[in-house]
């Protein structure tokens, strides 16, 4: 009998959940030599990259949010630490390492996204951010410890990975430089590209009056056009402009390489993929998860893992010939950190948007809780525990 062969192009979170899923589930088969697993991963590091926050607003040890990617895979899981450069769907065949070649039976993308300030004029040299690497998100707590006096402006361009984020930025800012006893001679403004300072109303009707009262500046429908790094100013496609001291943005995002040099992708690397069954579009051998694809839907670590859940039990499902399908139902349920140890959780579905709710200690604890558990999380061990607080992030439906 010929080997079956699972190639999943991304070790992060959506990528790593999805091999061990892979590994329970098909245990038996890779022991047998019967199906192989293999993930590509670039990097030495795999960064918990919502660690950036507590890097950048609380001043965290950036070693304490890194692991080696081999620490993190399951049993039978092959590890390639290498770059995937280019990804052939129509004959199912990939290229790593400089050139060599490797075919297989299922491909998953599972490639992430890219904060590419590089995109605005301006932009990366003239602000801060914490979205791309743990020694930029460095920068800012040393930006913040020094900062005394004037206008720190947080901005948001689209599209970027995290919703939550800028938010959470905005407030952490405000909280630390109350701590620091220099709040009012700061004076904080939030560039949304939004109408709202949230795109879900119900949480924008959380989040706006708690900066109200905490005077918090609010610039909607501001989307960045170029920045004068020597005026220190910013200007918008709507024709307005701000002036700043210190900038700190979250550029917009871009799909990896790979996508866009393999043509799969487009321009912006966007992966197209059917956003119930995750296969990319035309191919039934052929899966994207996480921040990857074009999905409109929010680009977090609780989607990219419960996209790897589904897609696991589908491409499963797929080589035992069940005849089931597995369709993802767009569950997501980000955490919002609001400072003052309250948090909110942006929760729906593809048909249930995030309602408002009170800001609380659980919520807040709940999401610092989650800071030590993703490790754990990512082996798989913790999954009916997210079931039943989440819900099953898929319907299941028969073939024909
Ligand atoms: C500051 C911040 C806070 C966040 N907070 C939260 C939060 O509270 N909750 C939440 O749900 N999400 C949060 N997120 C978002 C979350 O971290 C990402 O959405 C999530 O990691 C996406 O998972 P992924 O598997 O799609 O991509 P990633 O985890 O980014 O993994 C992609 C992997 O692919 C690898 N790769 C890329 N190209 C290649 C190639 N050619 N060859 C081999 N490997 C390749 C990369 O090295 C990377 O390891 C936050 C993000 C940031 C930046």
Partial sequence: MNMTRIAIVGGGTGGTILANALSRKLGEEIREGLVEVVVFERSDSHVYQPGNIDIAFRGADPAGFRRPPS????????????????????????????????????????????????????????????????????KIWEALSRFKRGRIVILTALPHKCP????????????????????????????????????????????????????????????????????????????EELQYDLLIAIPPHRGADVVINSGIGGEEGWIPTDRHTLNIKGYDDAYA?????????????????????????????QIEGTGRVYLYNGRINCPLEMGGKRAVFVSG???????????????????????????????????????????????VKHRG
């Fill in 164 to 239: 939550p984020s800028p938010v959470e930025a905005v407030f952490l800012v405000d909280e630390l430089m109350r701590k620091r006893g220099v709040r009012r001679d700061v004076e904080i403004v939030y560039a949304s590209p939004y109408t709202r300072a949230y795109p879900a109303h119900g949480i924008a009707d959380v989040v706006e009056p708690e900066m109200e009262n905490r005077d918090i500046t609010l610039r909607s429908l501001f989307n960045i056009d170029y920045v004068d790094p020597s005026a220190r100013k910013v200007f918008s496609l709507e024709g």
């Fill in 71 to 138: 620490n993190l895979l399951r049993r039978g899981v092959k590890l390639v630490q290498k770059a995937v450069s280019s990804i052939d769907l129509d004959n199912r065949a990939l290229k790593y390492n400089e050139g060599e070649k490797m075919d297989y039976d299922y491909l998953v993308a599972a490639t992430g996204s890219v904060a590419t300030p590089e995109l605005v004029p301006g932009l990366a040299e003239a602000s801060l951010n914490f979205h791309k690497t743990q020694e930029d998100s460095r």
């Fill in 289 to 317: 998860i996480g921040d990857a694809t074009d999905i409109p839907i929010s680009k977090s670590g609780v989607v990219a893992h419960l996209e790897a859940i589904t897609a696991a039990e589908s491409i499963a499902s």
């Fill in 349 to 395: 579905t593809y048909t249930k948007q995030p309602e408002r709710q009170p800001p609380s200690l659980t919520k807040y604890f709940m999401k610092r809780l989650f800071n030590r558990l993703y490790w754990t999380m990512l082996r798989g061990s913790l999954e009916p525990i997210f079931n039943a607080y989440l819900g099953s992030p898929y319907e």
